[in-house]
């Protein structure tokens, strides 16, 4: 069992950072692909961006430039930097942890992102 505890999220202006982390508690043999998501009001929930255990990186168009995912396997922690925040980037965010063979999917609780002036 895998159990990801998220922390970061908050208000920011245009153009500005913030830095998104989940840990993730529970076997540290169980942990594979962990990836960030997030949903905002009336939208589905999609992928922000992902990274396996062997550091392969996949990233939304949308972030491709201004986000940087990475991860600390002796820590079972993620993180997510994100830079030049666009208003759109308004949203819960998620983090998703998969164990080692793919077939579980264990959630975060959710951290808000607002960037407005």
């Known amino acids: 069992q895998v159990r990801p505890v998220e922390s970061g999220g908050g208000l920011v202006q245009p153009g500005g950072s913030l830095r998104l982390s989940c840990a993730a508690a529970g076997s540290i043999f169980s942990v594979g692909t962990m990836g960030w998501y997030r949903q905002a009001p009336g939208i589905e929930r999609e992928l922000v961006a992902a990274?396996?255990?062997?550091?392969?990186?996949n990233y939304a168009d949308s972030v491709k430039g201004r986000f940087t995912i990475s991860r600390d396997n002796a820590k079972n922690t993620v993180y997510l930097q994100m830079n030049s925040l666009k208003p759109e980037d308004t949203a819960v965010y998620y983090c998703n942890v998969k164990n080692v063979f793919g077939s579980l999917d264990y959630w975060g609780q959710g951290t808000q992102v607002t960037v407005s002036s």
């Open positions: 990274i396996t255990r062997a550091g392969s990186t």
